[in-house]
């Protein structure tokens, strides 16, 4: 899978661009700063953002062609984000989080993805909040990015099941543009989360 990855990553612009996307720029008014993990995080657009708005950045991926374009985001936009080589399998789950920060993660089928979320559940401090976005199963139609496994996309449902208890401050499912470099561009079904856990 990392593989996969790593030599998609290997070219030298950005494939999902270097700005962050519109939902979590919007999150950002909802989410105060406070210290944020960001999972899979890519060449680092995510992650580079919330630390120009004043988060305390922890940022993780396997591909380290990913990491090397992150690593340069950081220094272009004058930042510093604590990032590191690591899969969803490597990563010490149990530092809490006041953000768990979960953007276009969609590369488990549904029984692979409920440890996923079990663990992002478990890395979120009581009081904090995960920020999820990623696509709904008829952006496989559109053809404007994500994966071609239908199965993998998010339903408004499915979240719901996932986040009970949880205050959803958000919980949308709708078509927009995207202009995330060459890997998501053009309409796109989008899924989006911003859930805060109870306090204990
Ligand atoms: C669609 S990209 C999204 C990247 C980033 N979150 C963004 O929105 O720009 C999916 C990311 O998942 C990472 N990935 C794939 N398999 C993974 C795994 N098992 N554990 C952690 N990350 C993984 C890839 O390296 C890739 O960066």
């Known amino acids: 899978m990392s593989e996969i990855w790593t030599q998609r ?7 999902f661009g270097m700005e962050p ?3 979590l720029v919007t999150a950002t008014h909802h989410v105060p700063p406070t210290n944020a993990l960001c999972v899979a995080d890519g060449e680092g657009r995510h992650s580079a953002y919330l630390a120009q708005r004043g988060f ?3 940022a993780f991926d396997p591909a380290p062609t990913a990491l ?6 950081d220094v272009a936009k004058g930042v510093t984000v604590a990032r590191h080589q690591a899969s969803l399998d490597d990563w010490d ?4 989080y006041g953000a768990v ?3 276009f993660i969609q590369f488990q ?3 692979a993805r409920l440890p996923t979320f079990e663990r992002l559940r478990q890395a979120t401090r009581p009081g904090g909040h995960v920020i999820l976005q990623g696509f709904a199963p008829r952006q496989v139609d559109y053809g404007t990015g994500g994966p071609s496994d239908r199965e993998n996309m998010y339903t408004t449902e499915f979240l719901e099941q996932q986040f009970g208890g949880w205050t959803l401050h958000h919980l949308r499912d709708h078509d927009a543009p995207v202009a995330s470099g060459p890997g998501h561009d053009g309409i796109a079904a989008l899924v989006e989360l911003i859930a805060q856990k109870p306090d204990q």
Do not use: C, I, N, S
Request: aromatic share 14%; no cysteine.
């Open 56 to 58: 305390d950045v922890t």
């Open 68 to 73: 090397q374009k992150a690593r340069r985001l």
């Open 21 to 23: 996307t519109e939902f």
């Open 93 to 96: 789950w149990t530092q809490p």
């Open 9 to 15: 990553y290997d070219r030298p612009d950005y494939l």
């Open 109 to 111: 089928g549904p029984e």
């Open 101 to 103: 920060v979960a953007m």
